[in-house]
């Protein structure tokens, strides 16, 4: 139990969920739309979701590693190395599971003839490796690297889907058996733009809710150079960046009548942003930051979802 809590295990089922879904219901459907050979079968899309995973799993871990004494002021219940864990074993498991996701992501490189693929999750365990021994203490790069990664989470699919080369840069819509079909990649894109924004709000809360630790250990973070204030403000900000779309795509998808995509869109996600930009600044406290994060994860939880009603509106 400790072990899964140290890796945050259900984070590693969202990551999970978000690939499956982005391959299930976007990419898998692309194969009616023109006759392209295709790579990511049930097999070789396991072993990329599983590598990704791995690598997120050893990113907690060593995040953790280089965080026991901040975190032993931020949420002293919930350190489980030295504690329950030695650190000699995390770093060693931070290790071989960064290995086993490098072969795992490498059969797959093979296969599609491209080693050269691998060299985005090389930089994806690196980036994690310098996010926790210097980015997250240090002014706004730290979420902006988190922002990416998880992005990456998509833009990973598209990169190992030969197929998806295919139609970047094709108009937006595609035309097979007399139908219209949106762009894959541009859905794809629209969902990794949607990732980026959301985590970044949601990494520039949690140091709101870790003032107090990260500045006793003499990090820089965005809430310590700024302020809370000025940093609610930014990602109130980021909020709007990410409402406004919404709002023009739940029209636009109403219009062409996905009502039942355009209402979701407008109903689970553009109004609980806007709830969400008007609830941050309710107060200043630890507490209330945790709920902050807390319902912006629920919201993100709800965008990955959209990937479901996508997938039947398209089909309807």
């Not at 690196?126 to 996010?131: A, C, E, H």
């Amino acid at each position: 139990m400790a072990w899964l809590q140290l890796i945050r295990w259900r984070n590693l089922v969202i990551i999970f969920l978000t690939q499956l879904l982005a391959w299930a219901c976007v990419i898998i459907p692309s194969r009616h739309f023109e006759a392209v050979p295709y790579l990511l079968g049930p097999v070789y899309f396991l072993l990329l979701a599983l590598s990704t995973v791995l690598i997120a799993a050893a990113g907690y871990i060593i995040n953790d590693y280089f965080d026991i004494k901040i975190d032993a002021i931020n949420r002293p219940g919930k350190v489980v190395l030295e504690k329950q864990i030695p650190r000699r074993k995390a770093i060693i498991a931070h290790t071989l599971i960064n290995i086993i996701a490098l072969v795992l992501a490498g059969i797959v490189a093979r296969r599609a003839g491209h080693y050269e693929w691998l060299a985005l999750q090389l930089c994806c365990t690196l980036l994690l490796w310098f996010y926790s021994t210097d980015f997250k203490r240090q002014f706004m790069s730290g979420n902006v690297i988190v922002a990416i990664l998880t992005a990456l989470t998509i833009i990973t699919l598209i990169l190992y889907e030969p197929a998806m080369h295919h139609y970047i840069g094709r108009f937006y819509f595609l035309f097979g058996n007399g139908k219209k079909f949106v762009n894959p990649v541009w859905v794809l894109g629209v969902y990794a733009y949607f990732a980026f924004t959301l985590t970044w709000m949601r990494e520039i809360v949690k140091d709101m809710e870790d003032y107090k630790g990260d500045a006793e250990q003499g990090c820089v973070t965005m809430p310590i150079k700024w302020g809370l204030k000025r940093s609610a403000q930014l990602t109130q900000l980021l909020g709007v960046a990410a409402v406004i779309p919404l709002l023009v795509a739940s029209y636009k998808l109403c219009m062409a009548k996905w009502w039942f995509m355009g209402l979701y869109t407008f109903i689970a996600l553009a109004i609980p942003i806007i709830i969400w930009i008007l609830f941050l600044q309710r107060r200043a406290t630890t507490q209330h930051y945790h709920a902050a994060s807390r319902w912006l994860k629920i919201i993100m939880v709800s965008g990955v979802g959209s990937l479901i009603i996508y997938y039947f509106q398209s089909h309807a």
